[in-house]
């Protein structure tokens, strides 16, 4: 997905393109300035570069993944980035801090930018808690269903949570709270993506378009902490 998805209006549709067409797929009328309703819009892409956030939740497609693209049917990976953009993320071979290949994922912030107390121990929380015993594979084996990136990665944040004074989060509660309306994103993108990239634009009635949009653009949480 190397191209931007733009919008524009024009009588009363909502046509979403790679660049702005001479004339409107639905009636034809030439396509110049004024001719538009209102100035082409380009949409941002729900995915993000993870080496260049800091203090994030990253959800990626999985390495056997060779294209590395959110089909809805690869395996995913997760990974914790540090205040530098160094991810990481527990596999068979125990805790890797990667400083490339998450460079398409999704990413949920964790640390309020304000936290000031907490991103300055992040990467000590990070680091220390990598190191453990439950990670090493000398002595815990990596079990795709008990025992995964996940697990790594929420028992981190639980850790974060209790040494704040609070209290943890369960699997299904962080997943439908902080992961899935994002992945949400990502599925309606992607189709969307790929629909122009076959038939050249997606049309949609103006009004029925944006009243979607206010039922699932709902505002990202700022983070968990």
């Not at 990070?126 to 090493?136: A, C, I, Q, V």
Request: hydrophobic share 30%; with cysteine; glycine share 6%.
């Amino acid at each position: 997905m190397d191209l931007n998805v733009i919008r524009l209006s024009h009588c009363q549709k909502e046509i979403f393109c790679f660049s702005v067409p001479e004339a409107c797929p639905s009636c034809g009328e030439e396509l110049r300035g004024s001719r538009l309703q209102e100035a082409p819009v380009s949409l941002p892409s729900p995915l993000s570069n993870g080496h260049k956030t800091s203090c994030c939740l990253l959800v990626a497609p999985a390495h056997d993944n060779h294209n590395r693209e959110f089909d809805g049917t690869s395996d995913l990976h997760t990974g914790i980035s540090n205040t530098s953009g160094v991810v990481y993320n527990y596999t068979l071979g125990g805790v890797g801090r990667e400083q490339s290949g998450w460079e398409r994922c999704v990413s949920v912030p964790l640390v309020r930018p304000d936290m000031f107390h907490l991103l300055a121990q992040w990467d000590q929380y990070l680091d220390r808690f990598s190191d453990g015993p439950m990670w090493d594979p000398a002595w815990h084996r990596f079990d795709e269903e008990q025992h995964n990136c996940f697990t790594f990665c929420l028992q981190f944040i639980n850790s974060v949570l209790a040494a704040e004074g609070r209290s943890s989060l369960s699997r299904e509660t962080f997943t439908h709270s902080f992961i899935l309306p994002r992945m949400r994103r990502v599925t309606k993108y992607t189709t969307l993506y790929q629909h122009v990239q076959k038939h050249r634009y997606y049309m949609v009635d103006r009004q029925e378009d944006r009243q979607e949009d206010r039922q699932e653009d709902t505002p990202d949480k700022p983070g968990l902490f």
